[in-house]
């Protein structure tokens, strides 16, 4: 501990920096003083169609969507659904052919072999009808 107090007494309490009068006052002036002036840019004038790209390219970009929803609208929707009267069910199955409505993929192939053989035997129900009450069964 003596030792400490003989440092100090042989440095003293100064570090030795000082700070010049008034310093902090003019340090701003002095700084701002001796900047190089600030380039002011001109601004280029902007053209309309600078200005209207983006838009168009937000249009053009909906109509492409709003065209390909179309087209795949137009591609699945099918005569038959759910709203049309039963009339009409019947009359666009009739005039389809018959294989259109065939699940494909099934193992009952006899059956629409055996549909084939019906179908081409007979060319109205009420012959069906008649020649299926004849049999008595």
Known sequence: MKTENSILEKAGHETGYKVPENYFDNVRKKI??????????????ISTWTRIKPYLYMAAMFAGIWCMMKMFHTITSSDLNFDNPPEAVVMAMASADH??????G????EMYLMEDDVCSEYSDIEDFKRDFNQTGI
Do not use: F, G, M, R
């Not at 701002?32 to 004038?45: F, G, R, W």
């Not at 294989?99 to 494909?104: E, F, G, K």
């Not at 099934?106 to 192939?109: A, G, H, K, W």
């Open 106 to 109: 099934t193992d009952n192939s």
């Open 32 to 45: 701002i003083s001796e900047l190089p002036e600030y380039p002011v840019e001109k601004q280029e004038k």
């Open 99 to 104: 294989h259109d409505w065939i699940p494909a």
